[in-house]
């Protein structure tokens, strides 16, 4: 069996048909439309355009700076960027939305009117474009402005959830389309509820009532109006889930919960939930009389780690400083935690005007007092800003986070970055640990208070707990600088 020789794309090398002559090149589909998606700007006009062509001199220009007719520009408004098919990213982006977002008389509904116009500011139109084709997105917002569904977070609420769900809500509320919430606890609240949904109502009721009077109040107090964070959600849903394992483990043994006995819930506990997650919830119980006077078991506090000598910090520091396989923010975010002792929890939660500049010198302010970073530091966070602004998927206004995430708005995961520092061997916690320990050890109390934002109490507890030796503090200012500048 014979095949047929085709010639060689003068572009890829490929053995592909070479149906295009670009630059005195036959090159393959693949490259051309490679082309025409990569505009850039032309070295005669300066302006964004397909370099497909030669000057009288001899530089790759556009085709007006060559004299001769475009062959690139988009069938509505001769743009050259953002190609796709006859036309450019922007018309059809602008296309699309006038299609999914108008409502009975043709015109954009007023109350996705802020969407319309954030995504028209995307830097690749396209990206915004493949967006809005997605379900359950293109439905809901064609239902929204068609009048079926109520612009609201309780049409979202409706969806089955998802990452693509929860991208959807922030790209609302960044919008100024829907109101700000906190989505993690919206989400906590629609995985109650869910989990709730397919047991007996009795038990659905107090596990409702628990979750609303002992789970949300305990929340809304620590948190002082802050978001929860991803661990939160994921904690208090495994909670619930054990509480209905328990009431089902309970029915399917006829044993009604107001009457249970001590040896039933001795058993249960020692084969079914021997960490003891359900101790909050049988506390709660019991104080509200819906179970009888039981002993719950207390959750032991784990024994304190052994301590981390602190050459073993500096390795990790080292390590952080050179390592190009870690995401950058997660890189600044671990030297934070090992230089000054700050826990993800803040870092992540840094804000642009955080950041104090004089000159090359950056500063940011943890406690009372604004601390100056070492060099290394503030180079990375340097090239961090420099990145971050070539990154923004929307010119629209930013989001003033440090650490941008990956939903619209929001600051980098947590949970994201102490798995980035898993790898690395980083214990946040117990890293933290011992950094507050050799900080403690050679600074007075309230100047680590002041430094790195702990109480003064915590600073004193990790003194006392370390033989403090305050003396040989200006040593260690000297030291840790050094230490620090050596791996420029």
């Not at 982006?93 to 299609?99: A, I, Q, S, T």
């Not at 089902?248 to 919960?257: A, E, I, K, R, V």
């Not at 104090?356 to 180079?379: M, Q, W, Y």
Request: aromatic share 6%; net charge positive.
């Amino acid at each position: 069996m014979s095949t047929t020789w085709k010639p060689q794309c003068d572009s890829c090398r490929r053995h592909v048909e070479a149906r295009y002559e670009i630059l005195e090149q036959r090159i393959c589909n693949a490259c051309y439309t490679r082309l025409r998606w990569n505009a850039s700007a032309c070295p005669a006009c300066a302006q964004t355009k397909v370099l497909a062509f030669r000057s009288p001199d001899g530089l790759v220009v556009c085709a007006a700076c060559a004299g001769v007719p475009s062959r690139f520009g988009c069938a509505t408004c001769g743009s050259e960027q953002h190609l796709t098919g006859s036309h450019c990213g922007r018309c059809r982006l602008e296309d699309r939305l006038g299609d999914v977002l108008s409502d009975t008389t043709g015109q954009i509904h007023p109350e996705l009117a802020p969407l319309r116009e954030h995504l028209l500011t995307a830097r690749d139109p396209r990206s915004a474009t493949r967006w809005l084709r997605h379900e359950p997105i293109d439905r809901t917002l064609r239902d929204m402005a068609q009048g079926k569904k109520p612009v609201s977070h309780h049409t979202l609420n409706e969806l089955p959830q998802s990452t693509r769900v929860r991208y959807f809500r922030h790209m609302l509320i960044s919008s100024g389309t829907l109101p700000n919430i906190d989505v993690r606890l919206n989400d906590l609240e629609l995985r109650t509820k869910a989990l709730t949904g397919s047991i007996p109502p009795a038990h659905a009721a107090i596990i409702t009532r628990y979750f609303n009077w002992e789970i949300l109040r305990r929340l809304r107090r620590r948190t002082g109006g802050q978001p929860i964070s991803a661990g939160v959600v994921n904690t208090r849903t495994a909670e619930i889930r054990k509480i209905v394992a328990f009431l089902t483990w309970l029915d399917n043994h006829g044993q009604p919960l107001a009457s249970l006995e001590q040896v039933t819930l001795d058993h249960y506990l020692s084969r079914h939930d021997r960490h003891k997650t359900l101790a909050s919830f049988l506390n709660w119980a019991v104080r509200n009389r819906i179970t009888t006077r039981l002993r719950v078991p207390r959750k032991q506090p784990s024994p304190p780690p052994a301590p981390i000598p602190e050459d073993v910090v500096w390795d990790k520091v080292d390590g952080l400083l050179n390592d190009e396989s870690t995401p950058l923010p997660s890189r600044i975010i671990g030297l934070l935690l090992l230089v000054f002792a700050q826990p993800i929890r803040d870092s992540v939660r840094l804000r642009l005007e955080d950041i104090h500049r004089n000159g090359e010198v950056f500063s940011l302010k943890f406690g009372s007092t604004p601390i100056e970073l070492p060099a290394p530091i503030t180079d990375l966070l340097r090239r961090h800003l420099d990145e971050t602004r070539a990154r923004q998927p929307y010119v629209g206004e930013p989001s003033g986070w440090l650490f941008d995430g990956t939903m619209p708005h929001q600051h980098t995961s947590e949970g994201g970055v102490a798995l980035h520092l898993a790898r690395q061997g980083i214990n946040a916690r117990e890293m933290k640990r011992a950094r507050l320990d050799q900080l403690a050890q050679v600074l007075p109390a309230s100047i680590v208070a002041d430094v790195t934002g702990v109480a003064v109490e915590t600073a004193l507890r990790h003194a006392i707990d370390t033989s403090a030796n305050w003396g040989i503090y200006p040593e260690l200012r000297a030291s840790e600088h050094g230490q620090l500048n050596a791996n420029e």
